[in-house]
């Protein structure tokens, strides 16, 4: 098991090197993108499993990898709204889990509208790579986890998404 983990990731990193979207995705249709989206699951599934604190050359790859597909695929629309700063200062991985997350949410999906669902999808990327460990203790992270295990996680985005309209 060990060595199949190991040469994954040896692919991984083999890819992301090779691959020339990373470092310029001018060039790249809709279409090229969409060719893409089978790697960026696998990226955001090996995000959403691996602790902040291994393997973190890989992870800052695979964080741009995504933050480029983001930025360039019309599929992906993703709005940073101001109340994930909590979380953001946190720890900075965080804020990519998010966008990770809602990535993920949103190819699965095809939804790109109900802006709840979509900021409730990264905020469990968010509290899963927190669970794993290697991120301090975090007060609004664990409030964030009480909100979550008592149903109230939708409401309190909603929440927090009103009070940024007014």
């Keep these: 098991m060990k060595k199949l983990a190991v040469l994954f990731l040896l692919l991984i990193s083999f890819f992301f090197q ?3 979207f990373a470092q310029n995705d001018n060039k790249y249709t809709q279409e090229d993108y969409e060719k893409l989206i089978p790697n960026v699951l696998k990226g955001i599934e ?3 499993t ?3 604190t291994k393997d973190t050359v890989l992870r800052k790859e695979i964080n741009f990898y995504i933050l480029r597909f983001a930025a360039g695929y019309h599929g992906i629309t993703i709005k940073i709204s101001g109340y994930l700063n909590d979380y953001a200062q946190a720890n900075s991985y ?3 889990a998010f966008i990770a997350g809602a990535v993920k949410y949103e190819l ?3 939804d790109k509208e109900n802006e709840v669902k979509i900021n409730a999808a990264g905020l469990k990327s968010i509290l899963n790579l927190y669970n794993l460990g ?3 203790k975090n007060n609004a992270i ?3 986890i ?3 295990k008592t149903g109230k996680l939708d409401e309190f985005i909603r929440e927090k998404l009103e009070k940024e309209k007014e």
Excluded: Q, R
């Design 134 to 136: 290697g991120i301090e």
């Design 18 to 20: 090779k691959n020339s």
């Design 146 to 148: 009480e909100k979550e």
């Design 46 to 48: 090996w995000l959403e």
């Design 94 to 96: 965080l804020l990519m």
């Design 108 to 110: 699965a999906t095809k």
């Design 142 to 144: 664990d409030t964030l």
């Design 50 to 52: 691996t602790p902040v």
